[in-house]
C-alpha cells in the first residue's frame, strides 16, 4: 500500500526527451515522414493526440485512403504514389483486401513500432510551444491523458502533419483560412462567398444485417425533420462509411474551434438520417438493418494552410507547371464543397480533373517565417483552389514523405528548411527520395554510387512482343476502348487484331496521342480508319498513315459499336494496358469533362481502365515487335511506366528467366535493392472497397539472387511488396549477380523494374 500525505498542490510527472525530428500528428501523413526519417538514421518522436495512428484513415473516422488514382476514375496512369504510403497501401491489400478498419490500424502501429528510431507517444497532445527566439522552435510541450505525464519534446527540426496546424499556429507561422479571391492568384476557379470558403468536416456511420427485424429508437438530437437535408429523396439503405461523404457540415463556421459543435450537428443529421431509414416506411428493406459503428470524431477536410516560400495555385494544377524543387506529385481532382454541406441545395462536391499529374515544388513544405518548421500533410503552402486537389491522403503522405527526406538533410548537414533551396541541396534531396521509389514526376533517378551502373546486364530472354497468345474473349463493344501501346517516335507498323459480328458493320478507328508529354489524356488524333465488319469472324488489319512525333504511348481506338465483338485476352503485361470512354460518376467523371468557360478547366474526354478482373487487353498483334522490355531498363531510374514501360520483362516461354549483372573485378556489396510491379494503377482503397486480389498480378512473387560461385545470398518465395531492400550483415563478394524469378503466373510474365546495388 502507498500512501500519500496531503499536499497543497501537485504537478504532474514530466519527461523530456531531446532528438532529431518531432512529428506533430500520427495521421497517414505524419506515420509516412517519421518512417521515412527514423529509416535514414534521424531519431523522431512521433506525438499522436488519438489512440491509433491514421487520422481519417484509422478506424475512428474510417476514410479510405487516396490521391492521384482518384478510384480510377480519371486519366493518370500508373500514378498510384510511391515509398512509404505505396509500402502501407501494398501491405494492407495484401493483409486486409476486405478493407477492415481495425485491421488497417494494426498494419500502421506495426510499421512504426517496428522501427527502432521512432519513440511513439499516442493520446498525447501538444500543447504549447517553447521558442528559442522569434523564428525558431526550442521545443514542444505534450500532455498523455493516459498516463498523467507532461513531455517537454526538445529538437533542432519540427514537422507539423497535426492537420490543423496545431505546431504553426503555437509558433506563431502565418498562415491562412478561407479561401482567395480570384484576383489574388488569378484563380478562376475560386468560389464566391455565396458558395463558402472552407470545406466542413463528415461523420459516417456502417450498418449490418442481423437476420431480424430490429427497431431504431431516435436519440432526443437526432434531426426531427429530415427534409432540412435536400439529398433526403435520394436516401438508400445500403451506402454506409465514406461513401457518405456528403454527410458534411462546418463550413460557415470556424473548422478548428467550432469542431465539437460541427460534430453535435453531424450526430443529430446522422441519427436523423438513419431514423428516415428505419422508421418511414419507404426501406423496407432496412427492418433488419440496425447501426453497428458512428464515428465519434469527425473527418475533417480543412482548417488552417500554412505560408511557405511558395503558394501552389490553380495554374499549377491545370496548367502541370514544372518546377526545379519539385518533390512529390498530386492528381486528385480540384474538389471543392459548398460550405452549407449536407443543407445545401447544390451538389455535394464540385470537382474538375487536370489532364494529368502535377509537380509540388519543395517550397511549399516549410514554413515562411518559422526556419525550423516543415509542414506537412493538408496544411501545406497552397492556395484553397489548390488545396481542394492536394488534401488527399495519400498526395498529403506523398508530400510528407519529401519534408522527411529533408529532414535527414538538414540534420546531416546542419541547415534549415529553407537552406535546401538556397545552399543547392535540392537535387540532393531528390534523389535521395527517388532511390527509395518515391516517384517525382519528370526527373529519373541517378546514382554514381550504384554499382549497377557499371555492370555489363545480359538476361535469359527479353520479351519482344508481337501478338498475344491463347483462346481470345469476346466482348462486346459497348462502350469505346483503346488499346495503350508504347511506341517509338517515327513511323507506326501495321497493326493486326480480329472481331465478330452477326450483321455486316463498321468500325471506326483512330490513332490518338496525348498533346502532353507523360500524360495518358488521349486528345490529339493523328489518324482515322473505317473498317468494314463482316458477318462472322473478321481479321482486320490497321495501317495509319501517321508518325509518332516522339516516343510516347499510342492509344489505339476503337468507338463505341455494341453490334461488334472485339476480341480481348486474358493476358496482362507490364506497361500494356487498355482504357475505357465510361462513366466513374463518383469522381464527376461522365465520360467527357466540360466545365464551364470562366472557371478555368480544360475539356477532354476520360479514358480509363477497369478494375480486374475486367480490364483485359485488346488481343492485337504487331508483327514489327515491341522491342521495349530489355534488361538495360533496370538501370534507367524510373521504376513504374511513364512514356514508355521501363521494365525488363521475360519472355513468356522463358522457364527460368533471370537477369544476370557482371562487373569487370569483383564487388563488395552490402545492399540490393529490386523493385517490383504492384500495379500503380491500382488505387488500393484502403477501407470499405473489396480488392480482387491480395498480391497484384505483375507482381514476381518468388525469386533467387545468387553471387558467382552460384551461392543463394537471398530469397523469397511470398513477395508481394514493390521494393524489396535487401542488406548484408557483411558485405558480399562477388563478381556477377544472378537475379533468378519466377514468372507471376501463366497469363503474366516476370518483370523487374530496377535493381540498384550499394557497397
Known amino acids: 500500500m502507498m500512501k500519500f500525505e496531503a499536499a497543497g498542490q501537485r504537478s504532474f510527472p514530466g519527461k523530456n526527451m531531446d532528438v532529431d525530428l518531432v512529428i506533430t500528428g500520427g495521421g497517414l501523413s505524419g506515420v509516412c515522414g517519421a518512417i521515412t526519417a527514423a529509416r535514414q538514421g534521424l531519431k523522431v518522436v512521433l506525438v499522436q493526440d488519438r489512440p491509433v495512428l491514421g487520422g481519417n484513415a484509422s478506424s475512428e473516422v474510417r ?51 517496428c522501427e527502432p528510431n521512432i519513440t511513439l507517444l499516442l493520446n498525447t497532445a501538444v500543447y504549447a510551444v517553447e521558442k528559442k527566439d522569434a523564428h525558431t522552435i526550442r521545443s514542444l510541450k505534450a500532455f498523455c491523458s493516459q498516463n498523467q505525464t507532461e513531455y517537454t519534446l526538445t529538437a533542432p527540426l519540427f514537422m507539423d502533419a497535426s492537420g490543423d496546424g496545431v505546431v504553426g499556429f503555437l509558433s506563431g507561422a502565418a498562415f491562412r483560412m478561407g479561401a482567395e479571391t480570384k484576383e489574388e492568384f ?66 460557415r463556421l470556424d473548422t478548428v474551434h467550432d469542431t465539437e459543435e460541427i460534430k453535435w450537428e453531424l450526430w443529430k443529421v446522422v ?39 511558395y ?26 464543397h459548398p460550405a452549407d454541406g449536407v443543407f445545401s441545395e447544390k451538389p455535394g462536391c464540385n470537382q474538375w480533373h487536370s489532364k494529368g499529374i502535377y509537380q509540388i515544388p519543395y517550397r511549399c513544405v516549410y514554413s515562411s517565417n518559422i526556419r525550423n518548421l516543415f509542414l506537412a500533410g493538408r ?178 481506338t476503337f468507338l463505341k459499336n455494341p453490334q461488334v465483338q472485339l476480341h480481348r485476352t ?86 527460368n528467366p533471370a537477369l544476370t549483372l557482371r562487373w569487370d573485378t569483383p564487388q563488395h556489396i552490402r545492399e540490393i535493392d529490386i523493385f517490383f510491379d504492384t500495379d500503380y494503377d491500382h488505387p488500393m482503397e484502403s477501407v470499405l472497397m473489396t480488392h480482387p486480389e491480395t498480391v497484384m498480378p505483375f507482381c514476381v512473387q518468388e525469386y533467387q539472387v545468387k553471387d558467382d560461385k552460384g551461392n543463394v545470398i537471398a530469397s523469397a518465395v511470398d513477395n508481394h511488396q514493390t521494393c524489396n531492400r535487401i542488406r548484408f550483415e557483411q558485405a558480399i563478394n562477388t563478381g556477377s549477380l544472378t537475379i533468378a524469378v519466377k514468372h507471376p503466373s501463366a497469363e503474366v510474365p516476370a518483370a523487374v523494374f530496377s535493381v540498384r546495388c550499394y557497397e
Not at 77 to 86: C, N
Open 63 to 113: 476514410l479510405w485512403i487516396l490521391g492521384a488514382t482518384s478510384h480510377m476514375g480519371n486519366n493518370n496512369r500508373w500514378a498510384r504514389e510511391g515509398g512509404l504510403v505505396d509500402e502501407l497501401l501494398v501491405e494492407n491489400t495484401f493483409r486486409n483486401p476486405e478493407g477492415n478498419p481495425l485491421i488497417f490500424d494494426t498494419i500502421l502501429l506495426d510499421k512504426v513500432t
Open 186 to 251: 488569378g484563380e478562376l476557379f475560386a468560389p464566391s462567398r455565396e458558395y463558402g470558403e472552407l470545406l466542413g468536416h463528415s461523420l459516417y456511420f456502417y450498418s449490418k444485417d442481423t437476420g431480424k427485424p430490429v427497431k431504431f429508437v431516435p436519440p432526443a438530437y437526432a434531426l426531427d425533420d429530415i427534409t432540412k437535408v435536400p439529398k433526403f429523396k435520394s436516401f438508400n439503405a445500403r451506402e454506409f462509411g465514406c461513401k457518405l461523404w456528403w454527410i458534411e457540415y462546418g463550413g
Open 271 to 309: 441519427y436523423g438520417v438513419w431514423n428516415y431509414i428505419k422508421n418511414s416506411g419507404n426501406f423496407p428493406e432496412a427492418e433488419n438493418l440496425t447501426l453497428e459503428w458512428v464515428g465519434t470524431i469527425p473527418g475533417k477536410r480543412e482548417s488552417r494552410r500554412f505560408e511557405g516560400d
Open 311 to 336: 503558394m501552389l495555385r490553380q495554374q499549377d494544377i491545370v496548367a502541370q507547371h514544372q518546377h526545379e524543387d519539385a518533390i512529390a506529385f498530386g492528381g486528385w481532382s480540384i474538389d471543392l
Open 379 to 556: 496544411i501545406i503552402s497552397a492556395s484553397h483552389v489548390a488545396f481542394g486537389s492536394t488534401r488527399v491522403m495519400a498526395t498529403a503522405a506523398h508530400v510528407s514523405q519529401a519534408a522527411a527526406m529533408a529532414a535527414v538533410i538538414c540534420r546531416e548537414q546542419g541547415i534549415q528548411p529553407a537552406d535546401i533551396i538556397s545552399k543547392g541541396w535540392i537535387n540532393t534531396l531528390q534523389q535521395r527520395l527517388l532511390k527509395t521509389g518515391h516517384h517525382i514526376p519528370g526527373l529519373t533517378h541517378r546514382d554514381e554510387k550504384d554499382l549497377v551502373q557499371s555492370a555489363a546486364i545480359t538476361a535469359s530472354s527479353e520479351l519482344v512482343f508481337r501478338e498475344f497468345t491463347g483462346d481470345p474473349l469476346k466482348k462486346p463493344l459497348d462502350a469505346a476502348v483503346a488499346q495503350m501501346i508504347p511506341l517509338q517516335q517515327g513511323k507506326i507498323g501495321p497493326l493486326t487484331f480480329h472481331a465478330d459480328a452477326a450483321t455486316a458493320t463498321t468500325l471506326e478507328v483512330e490513332l490518338r496521342i496525348s498533346s502532353k508529354a507523360g500524360n495518358y489524356t488521349p486528345d490529339v488524333t493523328l489518324a482515322r480508319q473505317t473498317l468494314p465488319v463482316h458477318p462472322g469472324r473478321n481479321c482486320l488489319q490497321l495501317n495509319f498513315d501517321a508518325e509518332m512525333p516522339e516516343a510516347a504511348y499510342a492509344f489505339v
Open 570 to 655: 486474358e493476358k496482362r503485361v507490364t506497361g500494356l494496358l487498355s482504357v475505357f470512354n465510361t462513366i466513374n460518376k463518383a469522381v464527376s467523371n461522365y465520360g467527357k469533362q466540360t466545365p464551364p468557360e470562366d472557371i478555368g478547366m480544360d475539356t477532354f474526354e476520360f479514358w480509363c481502365p477497369q478494375r480486374r478482373p475486367e480490364g483485359h487487353n485488346i488481343d492485337f498483334k504487331y508483327p514489327e515487335g515491341l522491342d521495349l522490355f530489355k534488361a538495360d531498363n533496370i538501370r534507367n531510374g524510373t521504376d513504374r511506366p511513364t512514356t514508355q514501360p521501363n521494365a525488363w520483362v521475360a519472355d513468356w516461354q522463358d522457364n
